[in-house]
């Protein structure tokens, strides 16, 4: 099984829809809240260059943004 991160905030539509998708593929993650874990944002925007959220990290794949194609793709679906 992979490893995957999700970096959000609670706030965060996409963010949201990001981890049902993952739940309804039975893909497990670990939520990570950027919004309260300043260490957690600061490593986001390093992986990513990005200051938004969701950030995705995939076995080290990281996608910013809930892009479906790419997140399948990182997964192996």
Do not use: H, W
């Not at 593929?25 to 260490?39: L, R």
């Amino acid at each position: 099984m992979k490893s995957v991160k999700v970096y959000s905030t609670p706030s965060c539509s996409k963010c949201k829809a990001l981890k049902k998708f993952l739940g309804e593929k039975g893909i497990e993650y670990m939520d990570i809240n950027v919004a309260s874990n300043t260490a957690a944002a600061q490593e986001m925007i390093e992986k990513s260059g990005q200051m938004a959220v969701p950030v995705a990290d995939i076995d080290g794949t990281v996608i910013a943004g809930f892009d479906r194609k790419k997140i399948e793709e990182a997964l192996g679906l």
